[in-house]
Antibody, heavy 128, light 106 residues
């Protein structure tokens, strides 16, 4: 069974840092792009950013709202995805989901671009 | 690319036909996905390429559209379909979501 499980959420003060982790199982993690999506309380979904796979040079792309503050990384040997969040703001308060993106080589994608599956999410609260 | 979903909420009865629209601010070909989210749960992927159902998704769900205008239709609403639905464009970064449509019980 394909599964994703986030961890590392919690309460942090404005200006602080937090590192989220996402453990993947049930699929060849190293083949896939991976994404982070967040959802503020009572609000809609917001894409945070993506990391591609080794074949695509582990390229990262971020939403404007987090660029320069958040860093996505991965460790394929541990089937793990990470989100390092620095200079946190109250508006970063949200449930953070990791999700699997497409499986792509350097020239083509072998699966669709959609996000599936999603982890259960981890809550990050930024408050003093 | 901005995605505008309408309506933002609707009330419907079991057995009703429900249609949700998603309009993109520029053309995205068929690079659109739909997701269903129930309270306290992670989103669930439903439809890709605007009209192709993910494996296991009931056939009462259907999608259509290309370019800028898309629709998600539930042909006969079931109790388990009451949820919030999001569209997402997968054409270009940032990979934006629509604001969501909450389907409630009438």
């Amino acid at each position: 069974e394909v599964q994703l499980a986030e961890s590392g959420g919690g309460l942090v003060q404005p200006g602080g840092s937090l590192r989220l982790s996402c453990a993947a199982s049930g699929f060849t993690f190293s083949d896939h792009y991976m994404d982070w999506v967040r959802q503020a309380p009572g609000k809609g979904l917001e894409w945070v950013g993506r990391i591609t796979n080794k074949a695509n040079s582990y390229t990262t792309t971020y939403a404007a709202s987090v660029k320069g503050r958040f860093t996505i990384s991965r460790d394929d040997s541990k089937n793990s995805l990470y989100l390092q969040m620095n200079s946190l703001k109250t508006e970063d308060t949200a449930v953070y989901y990791c999700t699997r993106g497409p499986y792509c080589s350097s020239t083509t994608c072998y699966s669709g671009r959609w996000f599936d599956p999603w982890g259960q999410g981890t809550l990050v609260t930024v408050s003093s | 690319i901005q995605l505008t979903q309408s309506p933002s909420s609707l009330s419907a009865s079991v057995g009703d036909r429900v249609t949700i629209t998603c309009r993109a601010s520029q053309g995205i070909s068929s690079y659109l996905a739909w997701y269903q989210q129930k309270p306290g749960k992670a989103p669930k992927f439903l439809i890709y390429a605007a009209s192709t159902l993910q494996s296991g998704v009931p056939s009462r769900f259907s999608g259509s559209g290309s370019g800028t205008d898309f629709t998600l239709t539930i042909s006969s609403l079931q109790p388990e379909d009451f949820a919030t639905y999001y569209c997402q464009q997968l054409n270009s970064y940032p990979l934006t979501f629509g604001g969501g449509t909450k389907v409630e019980i009438k």
